[in-house]
T-cell receptor, first 117, second 113 residues
Framework: GAVVSQHPSRVICKSGTSVKIECRSL??????MFWYRQFPKQSLMLMAT?????????EQGVEKDKFLINHASLTLSTLTVTSAHPEDSSFYICSARDLAGASDEQYFGPGTRLTVT | DQQVKQNSPSLSVQEGRISILNCDYTNSMFDYFLWYKKYPAEGPTFLISISSIKDKNEDGRFTVFLNKSAKHLSLHIVPSQPGDSAVYFCAASSGAGSYQLTFGKGTKLSVIP
């Protein structure tokens, strides 16, 4: 099946610093990638839709200047958490839709655990 | 306002018996539904999906039933196995070309050997 990777899997950073998370589709091309955030015992909340070659579309309530998304190629999207605060600590998951796919199936990355101290 | 609801946060089932996970939705524009399985600290894994034009889809031990009039779907796992223990998320999407998923909060399934 299609594989999506995320790097890093875990990151600890200090308040005020920025952290970049990478999401890669390893064996397929994805014009669209999605970034989700999950708090403990909560559902996955869609943060933004990342489109290759264009600006990301952010969900209501998500600060686009804080969560910078870049989708520079058909296999890579990055999420940068700028000026991180402890409340940004969460589990961030990306997903990608196979360009050649016929359904709404998305392939998820393994997630990145961000801890801001 | 939660558009996809999984009202049971947890479920325990004996090995070999049937597991039934339920999901309700409120948005009538949803036309495609998916179930994902998730282990702690991992991303969700796709299990099975169903289009709104169907009322049942089966794949091995997993069957998803959709009742559009009730805006309700369920995932049946039979027979349940200890390896099925995980959190199961129901997700929905709407409209051609829209691949954004709206997730429920998940149900933690524990299959007891």
């Amino acid at each position: 099946g299609a594989v999506v990777s995320q790097h890093p899997s875990r990151v600890i950073c200090k308040s005020g610093t920025s952290v970049k998370i990478e999401c890669r589709s390893l064996d397929f091309q994805a014009t669209t990638m999605f970034w989700y955030r999950q708090f403990p015992k909560q559902s996955l909340m869609l943060m933004a839709t990342s489109n290759e070659g264009s600006k990301a579309t952010y969900e209501q309530g998500v600060e686009k200047d804080k969560f910078l998304i870049n989708h520079a190629s058909l296999t890579l999207s990055t999420l940068t958490v700028t000026s991180a605060h402890p409340e940004d600590s969460s589990f961030y998951i990306c997903s990608a839709r196979d360009l050649a796919g016929a359904s709404d199936e998305q392939y998820f990355g393994p997630g990145t655990r961000l801890t801001v101290t | 306002d939660q558009q996809v609801k999984q009202n049971s946060p947890s479920l325990s089932v004996q090995e070999g018996r049937i597991s039934i996970l339920n999901c309700d939705y409120t948005n009538s524009m949803f036309d495609y539904f998916l179930w994902y399985k998730k282990y702690p600290a991992e991303g969700p894994t796709f299990l099975i999906s169903i289009s709104s034009i169907k009322d049942k889809n089966e794949d091995g031990r997993f069957t998803v039933f959709l009742n559009k009039s009730a805006k309700h779907l369920s995932l049946h796992i039979v027979p349940s196995q200890p390896g099925d223990s995980a959190v199961y998320f129901c997700a929905a999407s709407s409209g051609a070309g829209s691949y954004q998923l709206t997730f429920g909060k998940g149900t933690k399934l524990s299959v007891i050997p």
